[in-house]
C-alpha cells in the first residue's frame, strides 16, 4: 500500500548539513490528515522524534532540535526531505521518515530506516 523510501548519503562530516529524502508511493503527502515524520534512532538508544511535515505543508520540529532542522516536500515528487544542520558525532543514528496519523503518534507506516554515520 503506502511506501516510504529513505535516500542520501550515509556518511557527513562535523559541521556540515545532513540531508535525506523520503519518497512516498502509495498515497499522497497531501492527502488529509497525514502528518510525514522524522525519527532517529542513535546506537543503544530509543527513537527520538524530530519533526514532520503535515499534509497542509505545516511543520513542526522537536524543540531540542528545531534550531538545526528543516523538513520541506515536493509535492510533485512526493517527496519530503530532512535537513540537520551543525552536525556532531551525537547525531549518528538510523535515521526512518515515517507516516502519522496524529502528529508525534499513530505511526501506521515506516521507511526501513538509512543509517547516517557523522564522522570526520
Known amino acids: 500500500q503506502v511506501q516510504l523510501q529513505e535516500s542520501g548519503p550515509g556518511l557527513v562530516k562535523p559541521s556540515q548539513t545532513l540531508s535525506l529524502t523520503c519518497t512516498v508511493s502509495g498515497g499522497s503527502i497531501t492527502t488529509n490528515y497525514y502528518y510525514w515524520s522524522w525519527i532517529r534512532q542513535p546506537p543503544g538508544k530509543g527513537l527520538e522524534w524530530i519533526g514532520y511535515i503535515a499534509y497542509s505543508g505545516s511543520t513542526y520540529y522537536s524543540p531540542s532540535l528545531k534550531s538545526r532542522t528543516s523538513i520541506s516536500r515536493d509535492t510533485s515528487k512526493n517527496q519530503f526531505t530532512l535537513q540537520l544542520s551543525s552536525v556532531t558525532p551525537e547525531d549518528t543514528a538510523v535515521y526512518y521518515c515515517?507516516?502519522?496519523?496524529?502528529?508525534?503518534?499513530?505511526?501506521?507506516?515506516w521507511g526501513q530506516g538509512t543509517q547516517v554515520t557523522v564522522s570526520s
Open positions: 515515517a507516516r502519522a496519523r496524529v502528529p508525534q503518534a499513530e505511526y501506521d507506516y
